[in-house]
């Protein structure tokens, strides 16, 4: 059972609010809280109690059928009645609260009805058959979403794996973390009457998982206070400071704010362009941010311009004429209408210098891309119910599915392989703090979106999950690049497959992997398999290293070479030779091996650091030794300064020495040097001192060496 009141530390009257349709007085919550005590208003007219909420829904869904919240209310009430919250307030009070929150925001009436419902099951003898049998099968999915596990059957593991099953309830219906946002923030704003211990708690949590999913969600409205609560409590000393400086700030006479404000209002009305000009104010946490990244702030500084109109067009009239009869700060400028974010966010954002050198920021949306900033999913009503003819005839369906977000499908993926509660909270908070999405292309034209940052690694898991254990390289934008590539916004990447059964992922890959999917595929194989993917892990990336199987090499390029490589025998009849790409053997090199799992034997040159490592950890060694065939494949590491046409001299004099390129790698330049990696096939091995020499003769070329992928003891 939810027990909080009134918070001492709450932002106060100076907090950002949304700006509404129609002034309504404050809800008295203590007053409805002892009407609720009288009982239920009779069954021909709406209670009074929910008086409130009725206007509020009927503002946004003027055609509501109220039947059902009333039914709700005569419910929640009932079963509630003699409850008390911690304030010594009627315990209704919180779910009339919750409801409020959400009816202001524009929820259709099933969520309303399930957000009074909300405690229902958890806190009174209400079942949730009771509820289905009463309000339908959407109210009882949503009430159960949103119900808590108890301790006594969960012990410390009820916080995340209440979590979990709300957030996989979620990817059913995002209304279940609707309510639950909303019945945070009531909570968050009467959190004072519980010891400061536990305020920091409820906060911490707040802030690592509740804000950053009303972030995802696009419930900007929800997310701004939630943050300044949060701050309050977290951050008090912090917080009353920023207080001050707004005061001060509302306290002054000049305000360049007021001033661009009227003159954006003329502008607009003498280019003919209907338009709203608001000031919308920052709220705290933002205030503070502002704060810390310029130091002294001024009256600009505390908020920013909102410029609504009627139609997407309008949008870019209104940045015509502002860029032209006011002064713009051009680098400010971003356009959010024409590529959205991925919580639904739209609007243009722009900035104008004040005549005294003050840079004022303006927002320009429509009045729905405005709605929906604020209420994010809120405001789509029922997201699953089949689009209105009005909807159909203006075409407003250029949104994403806002149903099932790629970031919420990607959560829920890897959440199903998560071993322990503790590992599914600790890696949801670092999921969750990722707060920018990049899209990236497949080569079939598909998409993958992925966290900022992400590498290969994240990519070839996002699009192959554990199959991505055999992946070899990539290509990115049509070039081969290694795993632990970090990808851009618009990039094209293509996972490279091998073909060898053996494969397996790196140690290494651990550091490259951003996403959780990744990571918890990669620990879970090598928790599987303990000792492998240490000394042989730098094998797997093979546009980078090389690696290669006698029994079944896998080309790392679609144009790689079918030949046989030089083949080593090995002291251990029926085993498969793997060559070590972190020393790449060939004849006459001094080789020994080591078995890994699956029968394999993998092959390094005797001065490789990974033996000493292997010996160490205690592998037995394995006697090898050439075979006849003097054919052999090489890895080679050419370092260079920087000059054009330099990679097709050096590509040109490989191929004069009778050498085939199966995998290239050049890495963007850094201080005017240049690193390549080369796989190369070559007819006899005696012929590579003579390849060696040849590259270094290359101009521009200091040094060519084979590769040497030093290996980390774990």
Known sequence: ??????????????????????????????????????GPAARDRLPDAIGHVAEAHRAHHPDADLEPLRRAWVLAESSHRGQMRKSGEPYITHPLAVTLILAELGAETTTLTASLLHDTVEDTEVTLDQVGEEFGAEVRYLVDGVTKLEKVDYGAAAEPETFRKMLVATGSDVRVMSIKLADRLHNMRTLGVMRPEKQARIAKVTRDVLIPLAERLGVQALKTELEDLVFAILHPEEYDHTRE???????????PLAEVTDEVR????????????????????????????RGRLRGADFGRLLVLVNEDADCYGVLGELHTCLKPVVSEFKDFIAVPKFNLY??????????????????????????????GVIALGNPYAPPSEEQQATG????????????????LDWQEGAPDPDTFWSTLREDLAQDREITVFRPDGGTLGLPDGATCVDAAYAQYGEDAHACIGARVNGRLATLSTVLRDGDTVQPLMGQDPASEPSREWLEHAHTPAARIAIQRWLAAHPGSGDGEGAEADAADQGTQTVRSAPPAAEDAPTSNPATPVVDQPGATVRLAGCCTPVPPDEVTGFSVRGGVVTVHRVECTAVAHMKSVGRAEVGVRWGDTTECRVTLVAESFGRPHLLADLTEAMALEGAEIVSATVEPPSQQRVRHTYTLQLPDAAHLPALMRAMRNVPGVYDVSRAQHHTTAF
């Open 266 to 293: 003329t502008v607009l009305r003498d280019a003919d362009i209907q338009a709203e000009v608001l000031i919308r104010p920052r709220h705290f946490v933002s205030v503070h941010r502002v704060a810390r990244k």
């Open 346 to 375: 739209q609007s243009l954002h722009t900035a104008v210098a004040h005549t005294d050198g003050q840079v004022v920021e303006v927002l320009i949306r429509t009045h729905q891309m405005h709605k929906v900033a604020e209420a």
């Open 1 to 38: 059972m939810s027990a909080e009141a009134t918070n001492p530390a709450s932002p106060g009257p100076v907090t950002n609010t949304a700006p509404r349709r129609k002034a309504r007085p404050r809800i008295d919550l203590r007053r409805l809280g002892r009407a609720a005590l009288l």
């Open 396 to 411: 407003d369906g250029e949104r994403a599915d806002p149903t099932r977000p790629g970031w919420l499908s990607r959560l």
């Open 245 to 255: 400086l707004i005061v001060d700030n509302a306290s002054r006479a000049d305000d």
